[in-house]
T-cell receptor
């Protein structure tokens, strides 16, 4: 079974631009979560989607948004990029949203904002 | 606040030596605990998880962890490490409601020949 895939793997954007990242979960998984990883803040939760509904949201500004499609694929969007948005963005999928189901992570999208 | 503390930011160790990576958490309710490994330029891979039952959990690649409720710890151990174990290790916990993983700062394990 294929793992979690994220596209693109690398991105370079300029301040003020917007960006869309994509995540395809493991087949059959219905829950998708997004995390931001930076050297200073570590791994921080962005949001979680289950059955096309946002179930949980972290403490990020409204510039960060996401959605999930009927096939469970998910996208996250960051508008008006800032230098501090440079990070590795990780997507994780889970069979369901119950807590005992482990999350499987993709390889991440490394975003660099210049 | 619910949090996770990884007590060592870096752990250098020689090949074939034993290693313990320490993780404490704060919670007064039931928790689900995990250990993940992240190799350079990759995502996170699950090593093991504790949901309930036996407090000693065995994972992949020869790792194991022991849940200690009284000390609120979930330390990861391996009796003999390899160069290939060099990576960053995370021990997130999952809230009983909400679903998100709460991470500590990670421990960088460096195995030297």
């Amino acid at each position: 079974k294929a793992g979690v895939t994220q596209t693109p793997r690398y991105l370079i954007k300029t301040r003020g631009q917007q960006v869309t990242l994509s995540c395809s979960p493991i087949s059959g998984h219905r829950s998708v979560s997004w995390y931001q990883q930076t050297p200073g803040q570590g791994l921080q939760f962005l949001f979680e989607y289950f059955s096309e509904t946002q179930r949980n949201k972290g403490n990020f500004p409204g510039r960060f948004s996401g959605r999930q499609f009927s096939n469970s694929r998910s996208e996250m969007n960051v508008s008006t990029l800032e230098l501090g948005d440079s990070a590795l963005y990780l997507c994780a999928s889970s069979l369901a949203q119950q807590d005992h189901y482990e999350q499987y992570f993709g390889p991440g999208t490394r975003l660099t904002v210049t | 606040a619910q949090s996770v503390t990884q007590l060592d930011s870096q752990v250098p160790v020689f090949e074939e030596a034993p290693v313990e990576l320490r993780c404490n958490y704060s919670s007064s309710v039931s928790v689900y605990l995990f250990w993940y490994v992240q190799y350079p330029n990759q995502g996170l891979q699950l090593l093991l998880k504790y949901l309930s039952g036996s407090t000693l959990v065995k994972g992949i690649n020869g790792f194991e962890a022991e849940f200690n409720k009284s000390q609120t710890s979930f330390h990861l151990r391996k009796p003999s490490v390899h160069i290939s174990d060099t990576a960053e290790y995370f021990c997130p916990r999952r809230r009983s409601q909400g679903g998100k993983l709460i991470f500590g700062q990670g421990t960088e394990l460096s195995v030297k020949p």
